[in-house]
């Protein structure tokens, strides 16, 4: 069975500082992994995905997610935050390569961003 | 760009009544999801579709239904709606590795 895990379910940070958000995944086979990010009374918009192509994913928005089997992890991160970036952020495993299988979602990430 | 589209941004139903929550994609897509959004829950899902009047049930299929009679459309159906059911319903449709999100539908059963 495959399951996706959100270490963090709220996380704050300044304007212009670091963000990072935790994900680690159980598969038994090679996954691809996803972020999705929703913001208020938007639907849900892919970030990036891994497919087993590089492991250091360049996104939307300056985001990047690095795929690290060794650790089971696909970590999101920005080198700076910006206000629109506060939004519900949601990591998201699937197996298989076809569109046919579902997939498999966090708990979420809230991101909240201070000025 | 792919459009998923619901029939409802905002639905109150009562208890026991019948509900239908429709969802149409304009990209041809042969598969489709229903999902429903919970605080601190992520995404669940309730059932998909891979092609016109085939269905699979998903990890929570209890107390819905689903009907695909084109391929652009996808229903979810509450036989008889309760109080547990209150919550957002995200309909999506998929090629290959991205699915595309419709609005959602937040549905209250009062």
């Known amino acids: 069975a495959q399951s996706v895990t959100q270490l963090d379910s709220h996380v704050s940070v300044s304007e212009g500082t670091p963000v990072l958000l935790r994900c680690n995944y159980s598969?038994?086979?090679?996954?691809?992994l996803f972020w999705y990010v929703q913001h208020p009374n938007k639907g849900l918009q892919l970030l990036l995905k891994?497919?087993?192509?590089?492991?250091l994913v360049k996104g939307i928005n300056g985001f990047e997610a690095e795929f690290k089997k060794s650790e089971t992890s696909f970590h999101l991160t920005k080198p700076s935050a910006h206000m629109s970036d506060a939004a519900e952020y949601f990591c998201?495993?699937?197996?298989?390569?076809?569109?046919?299988?579902?997939?498999?979602f966090g708990s979420g990430t809230r991101l909240q961003v201070q000025p | 760009d792919v459009k998923v589209t619901q029939s409802s941004r905002y639905l109150v139903k009562r208890t026991g009544e019948k509900v239908f929550l429709e969802c149409v994609q304009d990209?041809?897509?042969?598969?489709m999801f229903w999902y429903r959004q919970d605080p601190g829950l992520g995404l669940r899902l309730i059932y998909f579709?891979?092609?016109?009047?085939?269905?699979e049930k998903g990890d929570i299929p209890e107390g819905y239904s689903v009907s695909r009679e084109k391929k652009e459309r996808f229903s979810l159906i509450l036989e008889s709606a309760s109080t547990n059911q209150t919550s957002m319903y995200l309909c999506a449709s998929s090629f290959r590795y991205e699915q595309f999100f419709g609005p959602g539908t937040r549905l209250t059963v009062l």
């Open positions: 891994y497919t087993s192509a590089a492991t």
């Open positions: 990209m041809d897509h042969e598969n």
């Open positions: 598969s038994s086979y090679s996954p691809s």
């Open positions: 998201v495993v699937r197996i298989g390569d076809t569109g046919r299988r579902a997939l498999t």
């Open positions: 579709s891979y092609d016109v009047k085939m269905k």
